[in-house]
C-alpha cells in the first residue's frame, strides 16, 4: 500500500512538471507565435482585399481610351478579382470632372486614376489624401501649377506623362514640308498642357528661324472660324496633344485638306485630319500607369516620391490617304497608320 502510494506520487510530480513545462512550451510558441500570427493574418487580410479605384476620363477618345484600357488591364492581371473599377466619363466637361472625383473621394476608393489634364486638377482639389495617379498628362508642373517641378510631386500625386519630344515633332514639319515659310499653331486656350506645348514648339521653330503664329479657340464653337483663318494664312498647320481639337477633328479634317493644307499631329487620333504624327502607346503608357498604381496599392509606396514616367518609345507616322491628296513625300524612316486607327 504504501510503495503503491509512493508510486502515484511520483507520477503524479512527474505529470505536474510535464504540464507546467508544456504549459510554459505554448506560452513561448505563443509568444514566438504572435508575430507569425500577425504576420499571417496581415498577409491574408491582403490577401482577401479588394481594391476600389475610381477611373475619371476627360472624354471618349482613342487615345484616353486605349490608355484607361491599359491601366485597367495592367491591374487586373496582377490583382485579377481583387480589383473593382468604378469607370466615369466626363463627357468634355470640366464641371463632371469635379463631380466625378468628389464622389469619389464621398465614397472612399482607395486609388483615383485621372486621365487628362482636367481630370487629374479635379481629383488634385478633391483630395490631398486618396492616392492619385494620372494619365495622359502633357506636363505635371503646369497641370498642377507647380512652380518648382522636380520629377516628383511630393504629394498624393504620380503618373504618366505623354509628351513626345517637340523637337522632334518640329523637325517632322520640316521633312514633310520642306519649303514651310509660316506655321501655324492651332490650339484651346482653355487648355494647359496645350499651351505649354504650343511654347515649346515657338521656341524650336525660332531656333530654325521659321515664322509661326497662334491661332486659339476657347471652345469647340471657335473653331471652324479659327482653323479657317488658320488655313488661309498659313502653310502648314501644328496641332498638339489637345483635347478640344481631338474631339472635333472630323471638322479640322473639312477644313486642312480641301484647303492642301498638311497638319503636323501631337498624336495620333488627331492625325485623322493631319499628314504626320510623332506617336506614342496610349495602351503602353496606361499599362504602366497601372503599375505604379499596384506598387501604390500593395507596396505601399508613396506617390509623391514616384517620379513621372514617360512613353520609351515614339513612331514617326503618317497618314497614307492625306500625304496622296495634298501631294507629300513620305521619308522612308515613317510608318503609314493603319486603318481604322
Not at 489624401?129 to 520629377?151: C, M
Not at 513626345?164 to 482653355?190: F, H, N, R, T
Request: glycine letters at 8%; aromatic letters at 6%.
Amino acid at each position: 500500500m504504501k510503495l503503491t502510494k509512493k508510486i502515484v506520487s511520483v507520477l503524479t510530480a512527474t505529470a505536474l512538471v510535464c504540464s507546467l513545462t508544456a504549459c510554459g512550451s505554448s506560452a513561448d510558441n505563443a509568444g514566438n507565435g504572435n508575430s507569425a500570427s500577425s504576420d499571417s493574418a496581415e498577409n491574408a487580410g491582403k490577401a482577401d482585399k479588394v481594391y476600389r479605384v475610381g477611373i475619371c476620363q476627360l472624354l471618349e477618345h482613342a487615345a484616353l481610351d486605349a490608355a484607361t484600357e491599359g491601366f485597367q488591364d495592367a491591374l487586373k492581371e496582377k490583382l485579377g478579382d481583387q480589383v473593382e473599377f468604378d469607370y466615369q466619363n466626363a463627357q468634355g466637361e470640366e464641371a463632371n470632372c469635379t463631380t466625378i472625383a468628389t464622389g469619389f473621394v464621398s465614397s472612399n476608393v482607395d486609388l483615383i486614376m485621372a486621365n487628362a489634364t482636367a481630370a487629374l486638377q479635379a481629383a488634385s482639389a478633391a483630395t490631398n489624401e486618396i492616392p492619385i495617379v494620372a494619365t495622359s498628362i502633357t506636363d505635371y508642373g503646369t497641370a498642377l501649377n507647380a512652380k518648382d517641378w522636380s520629377g516628383a510631386s511630393g504629394t498624393n500625386i504620380t503618373g504618366t506623362s505623354d509628351l513626345a519630344p517637340i523637337d522632334k515633332q518640329e523637325d517632322m514639319i520640316l521633312e514633310l514640308v520642306p519649303d514651310v515659310k509660316k506655321v501655324g499653331i492651332l490650339y484651346c486656350s482653355a487648355e494647359p498642357n496645350s499651351i505649354f506645348q504650343a511654347q515649346q514648339m515657338e521656341a524650336a521653330l525660332e531656333e530654325d528661324n521659321i515664322d509661326y503664329k497662334e491661332y486659339t479657340e476657347a471652345d469647340s464653337n471657335e473653331i471652324q472660324s479659327v482653323a479657317t483663318t488658320a488655313s488661309n494664312e498659313c502653310d502648314a498647320i501644328y496641332v498638339p496633344t489637345d483635347n478640344t481639337m481631338a474631339d472635333n477633328v472630323e471638322m479640322l479634317k473639312n477644313i486642312f485638306i480641301p484647303a492642301k493644307v498638311p497638319m503636323i499631329a501631337g498624336e495620333e487620333g488627331i492625325c485623322v485630319a493631319g499628314v504626320g504624327t510623332l506617336s506614342i502607346s496610349y495602351y503602353n503608357l496606361g499599362y504602366t500607369t497601372g503599375e505604379m498604381a499596384y506598387e501604390i496599392l500593395t507596396k505601399g509606396t508613396d506617390p509623391g516620391t514616384m517620379e513621372i514616367r514617360y512613353a520609351e518609345e515614339t513612331t514617326k507616322e503618317y497618314n497614307e490617304k492625306n500625304c496622296k491628296e495634298l501631294g507629300i513625300k513620305i521619308p522612308e524612316d515613317y510608318k503609314a497608320i493603319s486603318e481604322g486607327e
